[in-house]
């Protein structure tokens, strides 16, 4: 069974940069996609960016240049520079496959503000 554990948020100023983390475990897929997703406060989720299981990134539009997934094993990195306040959010990773299995993490809280 597919496991997943955010890790990392913080509360930094704007400028800043953090890293967050995405422990995953059981997975036994061959192909899959691992999304990083965020939630800003009384907004919907939306999407950061995303890494296959082949490491093919891609990201969303505000994220380009600022934000960088990345893998080392069994964790997934999302590396982010320049925070801003509306980069203020909940930010999750998710698993899911072409056969429509969806795994969601925890969450992790980042609070951007001076």
């Known amino acids: 069974q597919v496991k997943l554990v955010e890790s990392g948020g913080a509360s930094v100023q704007p400028g800043e940069s953090l890293r967050l983390s995405c422990a995953a475990s059981?997975?036994?897929?061959?192909?899959?996609?691992i999304d990083w997703k965020r939630q800003p406060p009384g907004m919907q989720r939306e999407l950061v960016g995303t890494?296959?299981?082949?490491?093919a990134t891609n990201y969303a539009d505000y994220a380009k240049g600022r934000f960088t997934i990345s893998r080392d094993k069994d964790t997934i990195y999302l590396q982010m520079t320049s925070l801003k306040p509306e980069d203020t959010a909940i930010y999750y990773c998710?698993?899911?496959?072409?056969?429509?299995?969806?795994?969601w993490g925890q969450g992790t809280q980042v609070t951007v503000s001076s």
């Open positions: 059981g997975i036994r897929h061959t192909y899959y996609t």
């Open positions: 998710h698993f899911r496959t072409h056969l429509g299995a969806s795994v």
């Open positions: 890494i296959t299981s082949g490491g």
